[in-house]
């Protein structure tokens, strides 16, 4: 025993804080999201593949539906068409068919009776996280734009809320669902989103779009985009406490869950998707 009590040999904690510590891990995560989206292609799609299984994962184990790995399985596979059929070319309605069929076996299947609610539901946010992003950077008209707009506008609604509402407090944003968030912190996330949001779709021509939204529509747009962003990340720290968890999971140091991360990207994500059903439709 040494003589400030610790074991020889043993190893130390790391001595980072717990901010440290997403930092790294959100550095790291930013920059292979950000070397897939340059190289686009199946890679980019199976990183969004990925992280859609294990949404649905941790929200199936989140609020204890089952069975699980039959559940995960089938919701695996059917992202998985849904991901191939995309950059295939499937027609839409095929793939909507597809994922309503999907979402009816899960609803049958999932148990207890809650389940039959939150296992479709799982999947169809999980499609949203999944597809969305890839069906923007495979449109040649919004190409990288596209994924980087989505990512300014979450990463800088996150980054800017937590840095503002640390520094200036005040009044609580929605105390008895997330207590540490602050008026103070939307408002700053709020406007650190539209004002970086907004430069990309505003310059998106820069980035290989066919064009760029007038700056009025791209600040209006990346406005709705943080409110958005922050509306999922309450409406997933609700759910969270109606089951007692504290996080989605444990895979990313520092930050919890894969759904604890992309709370706001999918609120952000449907609104892009959104806008895709319209534009094509057009």
Not at 96 to 123: N, Q
Not at 217 to 241: F, I, N, T
Request: include cysteine; hydrophobic fraction near 55%; charge should be positive.
């Amino acid at each position: 025993m040494a003589t400030d009590g610790s074991v020889p040999g043993a190893r130390r904690p790391w001595p980072a804080s717990e901010l440290g510590v997403r930092a790294v891990s959100g550095v790291v995560l930013g920059l292979l999201v950000l070397a897939a989206t340059l190289t686009g292609g199946w890679l980019f799609a199976l990183i969004w593949l990925l992280a859609g299984l294990a949404v649905v994962g941790e929200w199936l184990a989140i609020t204890r539906t089952a069975p699980h790995r039959l559940l995960l399985g089938i919701a695996g596979v059917t992202l998985a068409g849904l991901v191939a059929g995309a950059r295939l070319g499937t027609a839409p309605l095929v793939l909507a068919g597809f994922a309503g069929l999907a979402m009816l076996i899960l609803a049958l299947m999932a148990r207890p009776a809650a389940g039959r609610l939150w296992a479709p539901l799982s999947l169809a946010c999980a499609a949203v996280v999944t597809l969305v992003p890839v069906l923007l950077r495979d449109d040649p008209r919004i190409g990288l734009a596209g994924p980087l707009w989505l990512f300014g506008t979450v990463w800088t609604t996150d980054i800017a809320a937590y840095f503002t509402g640390r520094a200036l407090g005040g009044p609580k944003l929605w105390p008895a669902v997330s207590p540490k968030k602050t008026w103070s912190g939307f408002c700053g996330g709020l406007l650190g989103a539209t004002i970086v949001g907004g430069a990309i779709a505003a310059g998106a021509s820069h980035l290989g779009a066919q064009e760029n939204l007038p700056l009025a529509a791209a600040l209006g747009l990346s406005a709705l985009g943080s409110v958005l962003s922050q509306g999922g990340d309450l409406a997933e720290s609700a759910l969270k406490r109606a089951y007692g968890a504290k996080d989605s999971g444990r895979l990313i140091p520092g930050h919890g869950g894969v759904m604890d991360r992309l709370d706001g990207f999918f609120a952000v994500a449907a609104l892009a998707g959104l806008l895709l059903v319209v534009r094509a439709a057009a």
